[in-house]
């Protein structure tokens, strides 16, 4: 019959060890989650701001979606989690002068997001060395393609011409090379989202889309001549039209800004890409939704879409009237 | 004796480690600063938050960096905030000063603000109406209400830089670990300005000795506010150094502020001679909002 002191020795002898072991373990486990997926494709920024990631509450734990993002953010990007599904973002870029600036700011915001694939599809014949080297030098996960829109497809003039779709044909590569890099059967969880290298996001739409099953679905700001644009959910949380004015009847009355898709649903569904001709403004996202997916499937996202998340912004052209015809500044400096 | 004294010791061992732990984990958290709400002469209020925790110790080390932001509502404001606090949050050491140019601290500010994950102090003053007329500086109570902040609340033994970050520019990284070793003034091309792709200073020797612009090059600092960054120490030690109101040329800001505390001979360029294009003057277009109803329809409130 042990007595009772012993007992009481015993707890205080185990229970220091049990709780320091716990601590010291949590520590150790979140350095070892930084293994990488294919060499291949990444950027790692090999010089200044590695610092080390230091954060001093120890509960607050990597894999919480959750975004309460008030901790500071050293390394860059975060450690890849092997828990987390993937967010593939697919951005069309073209050449022009605020290029460089718009995928800096992007970059900025992506650095935050774990497990963040970037599939950069430039409008062009061969990879410019501007767009190479932002890759490179930010650390992110990325994968650079190209493909040059056909002259009788590109806009002509100024961008304001509805009819024309901008990015359709480097969107629908990015969405061919999802197929051909992930087979249909791949355990690999991911979302994808088409993210326009001029518009706003929020760190918090990024976890919401996280997991998405089919297709979600949240509000835009700036699209459609208003505030913002939505889908109208009703009490069951399922969406049953659109707030919208410009044509709410549309199949799928949403920006492309706006939804996101599993990656299994793309990769189940090869016929489904962003039709080209014969596209009203305003339907391309229709084209490729109602391949994937009916309105009662759609799950609605941002507290049942009372939240906005993402904001359609325009960058303005600069004004370069005093470059003159020939050009003044030199052209060797990159912009 | 010897089991009973050996007993002891492996009991008090793990407490005695733990309460290190705890010692050490605290001491590395930040102290938060209760909200401060102070009433100056001119209807200012200051609100300093830190949220999370600092960095370490060799990084208690770096010179902070002061970031100006005037802002005023309109709808793309939130946007605006939000993808610079991303580029902010990437910079160690770094203070956000946000002035609105409002009456009060708005709701959406502070609340932005307090989620954004930078440390930050919440100003604002208010300008009138006819100060807004076209042609005429902007923001400029808002930056000598941050100014007067920092001389009020920093003495001769805080290191920084300070910097005015306008809330439509764009920033790269790069551009802070450039700025943070100032000793004076330091300057740096900046990209869409001046009617040209960039504008920049022209070095010659290490020191500045032209300005490459495309308008009006006979300014004394020919540079937009986004191409310079003062010392702490220099805003300090220039206590009557004020953006001007009466008085000033469109476009002269810049240099109406710098002469009163610099010479050209003094600057620093940074930017590898100034050769290199690390922040852009971008403009955001106002966006589209044609089809919005006169009176408010939805049955939600929705911020944006």
Request: glycine letters at 6%; aromatic letters at 10%.
């Amino acid at each position: 019959m042990p007595k009772r002191r012993d007992i009481v020795a015993f707890v205080l002898i185990v229970l220091p060890w049990t709780l320091l072991i716990t601590v010291w373990h949590q520590n150790t486990v979140t350095p070892l989650l930084s293994t990488r997926k294919d060499d291949r494709r990444l950027g790692r920024s090999n010089s200044r701001n590695t610092f080390a990631f230091k954060e001093s509450c120890s509960h607050q734990n990597r894999d919480m979606v959750e975004v309460e993002r008030t901790e500071f953010v050293y390394s860059r990007p975060p450690p890849w989690s092997d828990v987390l599904p993937t967010i593939h973002i697919i951005t069309p870029t073209y050449s022009r002068s605020v290029q460089k600036a718009e995928l800096t700011r992007l970059a900025n915001t992506f650095l935050h997001v774990p497990n963040l694939h970037w599939i950069l599809v430039e409008d062009s014949q061969r990879r410019t060395t501007l767009v190479s080297n932002l890759l490179q030098e930010t650390g992110l996960n990325y994968t650079h393609l190209n493909v040059e829109t056909p002259r009788n497809y590109k806009v002509r003039g100024d961008t304001k011409d509805p009819r024309i779709p901008r990015g359709t044909i480097q969107r629908n590569l990015a969405v061919r090379w999802l197929r051909e890099t992930f087979s249909e059967n791949s355990i690999q969880t991911g979302v994808v989202y088409f993210a326009d290298d001029d518009n706003t996001y929020s760190l918090e739409l990024f976890e919401e889309m996280r997991y998405t099953k089919k297709v979600s679905v949240w509000p835009v700001a700036f699209v459609g001549g208003l505030r913002y644009e939505s889908p109208k959910v009703n009490t069951l949380g399922k969406v049953y039209g659109w707030k919208t004015v410009f044509d709410p009847h549309r199949p799928f009355a949403i920006d492309m800004a706006g939804f996101a898709v599993n990656l299994r649903l793309i990769l189940s569904n090869p016929q489904a890409f962003f039709k080209l001709r014969g596209v009203k403004g305003g339907y391309q996202e229709s084209s490729l939704l109602k391949e994937l997916v009916i309105l009662s499937d759609l799950e609605p996202k941002a507290a049942n879409c009372t939240k906005v998340l993402v904001w359609h912004t325009r960058t303005e052209k600069p004004v370069l009237v005093n470059e003159g015809k020939k050009g003044f500044t030199d052209s060797n400096v990159e912009i | 004796m010897k089991s009973v004294f050996f007993s002891r010791f492996f009991i008090l061992l793990p407490w005695v480690l733990i309460v290190i732990i705890m010692i050490d984990i605290d001491s590395k958290r930040a102290i938060r600063t209760p909200g401060v709400g102070r009433t100056g002469r001119v209807q200012r209020a200051a609100r300093t938050g830190t949220p999370g925790g600092t960095g370490t110790q060799n990084q208690s080390a770096l010179p902070v960096i002061y970031a100006i932001t005037p802002t005023y509502t309109r709808p793309v404001q939130k946007a605006e905030l939000t993808r610079l606090s991303h580029a902010f949050r990437q910079v160690p050491r770094l203070h956000w000063i946000v002035v609105e140019d409002s009456t009060t601290n708005t709701e959406l500010v502070a609340r932005f603000l307090a989620r954004c994950g930078v440390p930050y102090t919440h100003l604002h003053v208010f300008t009138p109406r006819r100060f807004k007329r076209t042609g005429m500086p902007r923001a400029t109570e808002q930056r000598n209400a941050a100014l007067t902040w920092l001389r009020q609340h920093r003495n001769r033994r805080d290191t920084g830089v300070v910097f005015f970050a306008d809330d439509d520019n764009t920033y790269s990284l790069e551009l802070f670990e450039e700025m943070r070793s100032t000793r004076g003034v330091s300057v740096w091309p900046v990209g869409f300005v001046g009617g040209r792709a960039y504008e920049r200073p022209l070095v010659s020797g290490g020191k500045v000795v032209g300005w490459y612009t495309g308008w009006r090059p006979d300014r004394p600092f020919a540079t937009d506010m986004a191409g310079f960054a003062v010392n702490l120490q220099v805003i300090l030690a220039n206590p009557r150094a004020q953006f001007k109101r009466r008085g000033s040329q469109p476009g002269m800001q810049e240099s109406d502020f710098l002469k009163q505390i610099t010479k050209v001979t003094e600057l620093e360029p940074k930017a590898k001679n100034c050769t290199r294009v690390l922040v852009w003057h971008t403009r955001t277009e106002k966006p589209h909002l044609a089809n919005e109803p006169k009176h408010r329809k939805d049955t939600v409130v929705i911020e944006v």
